[in-house]
Each structure stands twice: as C-alpha cells, then as structure tokens.
C-alpha cells in the first residue's frame, strides 16, 4: 500500500459514520480510531514500537502529574501530528534545526518525523521561543506526544 492509497483509505474513513478500521498486512498495520481523542483527524499507529523500560516510566510519571503542576508550567506544548522518528536535524552531521531558547518563525522547520520511510518536516504553526525540547534526537513517537515546550512571542 502506498502513500496514495493511504490519503484515500484516510479520506474515505473521515467521511464515513464507522467509529473504527483496522487494516493489517505484511508491512504494516494501520489502526484509525474517531473516538479516542478530540482532534477530528483519524489517527493512525504503525506496527508496534519497543518502548524502553525508562520511556514507560517516563510517560507514567507525565500521566501522573496533577492538573495544578500542568498550571505552573510555563507555554503551550508542540505535538507528533503522527507516528514517527523524531530527528533534530535534517542529518546525522547537520546542526539541529532548533535549540532551547531560540526565538522561531511562523513556517520555520522545527524537526523531522520519518514516517514510512518519507521525511516529514514540522514547521512552526506561529512565531514562538522554544523552552524545552521534549524528546531525544532518533526517539520513536506517536500521535499527539509531546515534542517541543515553546511560548509564544
């Protein structure tokens, strides 16, 4: 299946009243679910990733934190619009194209999700600073993780 029939397959179950598709095959699986989040784009998981024993823990510690902590952080939080490979920088030699405390552009490349072997650009959706960069260069991600901490300038 390639990216093609993806967009259609993604397209058609948007506008279909199902709730749920699950498709599998050799390469991959695709599971699209509407009513596990609020965003109204389907989302869609790639073949199981290992996650270390330490991510696990880090992600409980996140899902622990209490509503009043989330108030004292200070900026908005920049999400994986899919599943992926967060990279830094467009290669392994190449600076990264965004550091903590430097001040972005609205369009501006912010990181790279590899998906299905094609290199997706995430650019700034306004002008801010980034705060925290939240994952490590190379690190797998699903929809909606958590990747960059900014504020808006």
């Known amino acids: 299946m390639d990216l093609r029939e993806i967009k259609k397959l993604l397209e058609a179950f948007d506008k279909s009243t199902a709730?749920?598709?699950e498709y599998e095959n050799e390469e991959f699986r695709i599971y699209l679910d509407k009513s596990?989040?609020?965003?109204?784009?389907?989302?869609?998981?790639?073949?199981?990733?290992?996650?270390?024993?330490a991510a696990s823990q880090e992600t409980q510690v996140l899902a622990e934190s209490t509503?009043?902590?989330?108030?004292?952080i200070e900026g908005e939080l920049i999400t994986s619009p899919m599943v992926g490979t967060f990279y830094q920088a467009p290669?392994?030699?190449?600076?990264?194209?965004?550091?903590?405390?430097?001040?972005v552009k609205k369009g501006q490349t912010l990181c790279i999700i590899e998906a299905m072997?094609?290199?997706?650009?995430?650019?700034?959706?306004?002008?801010?600073?980034?705060?925290?960069?939240?994952?490590?260069d190379g690190q797998p991600v699903e929809f909606d993780t958590p990747l960059f901490r900014v504020k808006r300038v």
Not at 42 to 52: I, K, M
Not at 91 to 103: I, N, Q
Not at 117 to 136: G, H, Q, R, S, T
């Open 91 to 103: 290669s392994p030699d190449s600076p990264p194209y965004v550091k903590v405390g430097d001040k």
């Open 117 to 136: 072997k094609i290199m997706n650009e995430l650019e700034a959706e306004f002008d801010c600073e980034i705060l925290e960069i939240l994952v490590e």
């Open 36 to 53: 596990a989040t609020a965003v109204q784009a389907p989302v869609v998981q790639a073949a199981p990733v290992q996650q270390s024993s």
């Open 67 to 72: 509503a009043e902590e989330k108030a004292e």
């Open 19 to 21: 709730n749920i598709l």
